[in-house]
């Protein structure tokens, strides 16, 4: 191409705005207290069993921490073994963390107390908030007020505490007495309920945890700030996130981005509504909801996205206890041909590959086990295998250097065996361990009254499920996370040769003249003109002898449409006449538009019509953008008409796009096999199609009173020959 | 239409074949004895505690089973306080049931020794059959030749046993001790270890049975043998399968969709592996898999499709303890934000619906719920209501009319609130009951270290799960069988206009002459006016000034396309040449299908080219046939090209085809909306394609040597104009 492509990453190019390295230090800097206070205030500590205040207490003290505690309660001057303070003022030493659990009426002044005491960080407990509306929104707001500038950090308020099990802090500011293993996963949750029933479920599920918070209302501390925060700690190696909302999208998605490339990141996601306006003007803001906004933020920064809460704690005990697949060859091990055959077809499902054992390891396994064990995969030792079988079986299977990972499944036939077999796998597992073969195991354990077993070797935690399908949805996001990236960051092309500044001004006069709606005809012709974009020839003809001769000028066959920018949906009023061959199949086309407006009371509305060649060759597509008024612009790839709007086969991505979003959008449409080559088709000018987007991406980002955009169709040529917009539409609106 | 529609059910039709009233009474007669047996003989007994035979006593046994058991074992005289006795014959009574574990090579004469006993029914434990091939598959064969016309019924070999828990029955002949609460639900499995896995969790999951058989290697009783028992076994309400193949589909078919009427099946199918060929010469027999007929099998007989070890568990208590849902609307009350939000989720994503409470019942429960408490839907209590509060909200949401299912979701906060937050939930259900709302409860229990508690009220068990994502997929599961049992069942129209004599001959002549493979273009012609299925006009030219004539007669814009029964793939070859518009376009075509087909040194295969007006209306789809080696012929119908090819598109069916399947189908295909009328295009005649489809089943049903089959495309045209077959292949194989 003629021109120069700058190319910035989205990391490069959003440093200069919200999040720098000194705003990343001051972040690390300024959340410490939560994580590792020396001294904390219980504020609101109270001797009443029930109370908040005496269960936080309780597992403050449970909890070991080794710091000091300070219940503070002015009725009264010692609490539990402790002495109790009137005020935070009384406090005789600094104070790193204040817990919070006042009544809601009271917290304004506690705040101020804290200012005044220089506390840097706080706990809000109490609830009382906007989650109830009316005065607790209001509350909300002078508590937002508070703390802005006052110095505090605020985790809170409604929200069920904070654990940091670093075992030099020990810290359980919840109200639930039952703290989970010590491990590497790091939850944050913006519902108070769902994280109480994860962190008291750690224990059965083996899930060791390096702190929880439980984010409440968030009008301080976000997730953006703790992702921030569990970046830098040597703790933590797997984040975990239920959220209901995403704060600040743009900053959310440059944090993940960097912070998943080392640590994975596992979000489940609720409140799924639709958002999307059916009545809206272009398909894309009909399609796109908050749903899609939300999938096309995870998949741009490389989150894993847990459909269900099983799925969200199964894969936090699979990542955090065992090391990604490094390919698709899954080798099941199992003592019972049905469990063994539902994950062998949930491997299919989920794309794996289950590959007999070579001929070397099918004798070896021969050698040991039962003459009825099925030695193709999955590998049956049969019912009642021993342990010594067991541990040889495994050991076999993982160090035949034939597998990325091996689910083990073990229904239990008599519950005595279950202790041997057991030992046994865990055995195989510590044989190929030391021998340097470390690829990731998974067991469903099927063991009726001994479901919750631990199977831990030499520190290492085998994840175990209950069900046969689980492991392979774990192995396939897995393998997903683990190609998103291996793969370099993407870039964001910078087309020096656009023409911005004459786009700005149609939109601007466009706004002034008419106020917000459609540009005209030529007015998107002008702009995307401007922007470089390939439009496909023809022009726009005001009486049928025009139409005629343009259409002459072009060659038959041709098509006429509505030039109007008033009448959106051209289509049903009969306003597009495709394949027309003569002179006077364009008069007539010219002529019956015409009326039809007429009879509908709209002739004004008629700019004239577009006259056009046929497109014969190439691949129908669209590319289309609406403004979500929580993520900004949500760009739409796919094959357009029926594809896009009866069978939802279309991509979304958030802007700004970066050369690996726009391939992968492309990519990432069921029809994509349609795009190279199909049926004797030639296949399409992908290239030109990604740079489409990539242009869209820009205009956009650029001009923000850009409301909807649909560029539909788009035909794609075959490669090098570009492809051409067909048909256009751009809504521009004034910025609030 | 002209001509008369003769109607007869599936179940009328097949009447006359392998079930009649006669079998079926025949079946229950001949496995009663199974089920309700007055004496035993365990063939193996055996005093080794560690053995097989051991076990199968112990079960026996310990199950109080009221009447005699005999251990047949010729080395002793005593096993477990039993009179233990040399040989069958030695028992001095009838033996009504043999349980046998023999080693294998002593079963055939174990066999002749049930026979000369007069025995009716044997269970065989022992392996070492087919399933380990080689000489254990020819020792099955001789089984099933010793076992037929001996009058002995039989279940197994390689099976793990049978339970019968009729409380007057009490038997557990299997050898797990461990018996399940006695319920409604009767269980078929196909492997012994998930029959295992499942019985020995029932105690956990509430899941009452009444009878479990372990179908092991089949060569005798088989699953539509054991459906049919249920279907009269008063016992049982909910009917459960695993199964790995499906033995003897058409049967299956009558059964289930029989007995589906009155109760549940669910199955649960493994094995789901891909049997379509890739190389295939029709598009319907490369995306025929095993996995898309067994699909089809199940929707064209109500069976409940389970994907998941999960999910079918989940269905099986959730259908055998509560009634099934009349609506979509679904409450949801829960004492957590996060939890009740993912319900909502997966309520809204299974296409049910969770609408507010009404002004009135919103006032009821802000009358007794906490000011904090959210009195939307999800109802949420708040994390400390008490027993009252649970009771009232329950009773409240349950008797307002409002809804037609309640989802219960309980995060617990406080370990001793657990007893009485369960409390007031069944009192809330017991008050509704009694006041007559009997809509279906589900409960997401979320209580670590209380996770297996029992909610049972006035002898209703409430299905209880641990994720909340799970009660949404059984209403959703539960709306669709009930719907499918409430129509009528699907009836075969018998044409009476087709010229089957005329088919039937065009495929025996094609055989004869050029043997297997592809009729001709004319043949093809010829057979489907027989059927009389409406094909498109235009004709067969062979040079090219004849296909001008053709096209002139026609009218232009015509299309050209090659006629050959070697050649399937014709568009690759660029022999299908559209939206001709003069004399020398359709001599170009001609000329270039020509000299292609030279060079690539086919031109002996030209049977001509097909001249046809262009179709310029009407929407696309296509029929499709295949036969499968098990399922016999499978019907398709999809959209055509892209839609079936690539984005799999596609419903089937198995033949004969009802009505009902034919109108299922067409809805069925994500693209259904096309054929309504979509965006100004006019609706399709769905009544065409639905006869479309029956004709087609007619015709594959009478000419076996029809092997595969594809109508593509087919131009639907408006209601009341029909449709158009543009283009047709039908292969003919000779029947083995």
Sequence with gaps: MAYLIVELSVNHRQQGESTTVQTQDNNLKSLTPFFHPRTIALVGASRGQASIGYRLLESLQKSHFPGSIFPVNPHTTEIAGLRSFPSLQDIPSLVDLAVIAVPAGLVLSI????????????????????????????????????????????????????????????LNATYTPMVPPVGHVAIASESGGLGLAVVTAAQRLNLGLSSFVSLGNHVDVSVNDLIEYWEQDQHTKVILLYLETIVDPPRFRHIAERVGRN??????????????????????????????????????CGVIQAKTLEEFLSLATGLSNQLL??????????????????????????????????????SALASFLSPMAALHNPVDVIGFATEDQH???????????????LIIVHVSVRTKDNGPVAAGILRGIRAARRAGHKQPVYLCWMAEGDLDRSFIVDGEVIPTYKHPEIPARIIRHALTYEAWRKQPPGKIPAYIDVDLATAREICAKALADRGPGWLTTKETHALLVAMKHPLASGDIATNAEEAVRLAQKIGYPVAVKLASHQIVHKTELGAVQLNLVDDQAVRDAFNGIRTRLEQVGKLEAMEGVLVQPMQSDGVEVMVGMTRDPLFGPLIAFGLGGIHVEILGDVQFRITPLTDRDATEMIRGIKGYRLLTGYRGHPPADLEALEETLLRVSRLVEEIPEISELDLNPIFALPPGEGCRIVDARIRVMRQT
Tied chains: 1, 2.
Excluded at 147 to 155: K, V
Aim: net charge negative; proline share 5%; with cysteine.
């Design 391 to 405: 541990a040889r079986a495994v050991e076999t299977m993982l160090t035949s250097d034939e597998l990325d990972a």
């Design 111 to 170: 705040i101020d107390e804290c200012a005044a005491k220089k506390v840097p960080a706080a706990i809000l407990i109490t609830a009382g908030f906007a989650e109830t509306g009316g005065t607790g929104a209001s509350l909300e707001g002078q508590l937002r007020e508070r703390i802005r500038g006052s110095g505090i950090r605020l985790i809170g308020p409604n929200c069920f505490g904070l654990m940091s099990l670093d075992p030099a802090t020990r």
């Design 325 to 362: 697949p490094q390919g698709r060859r899954v080798g099941i091990l199992t003592n019972s041909g049905g469990p063994g055959v539902l994950c062998a077809d949930s491997c299919a499902a989920e794309g794996l590959v289950v590959p007999d054992p070579s001929q070397g390891t099918q």
């Design 263 to 300: 640590k994975p990141i596992v979000a489940l996601k609720a409140g799924r509504t639709q958002t999307g306006q059916d009545a809206a003007g272009s398909h894309t803001a009909a399609m796109a909801t908050n749903d899609q906004a939300v999938n096309a933020l995870f998949a741009q």
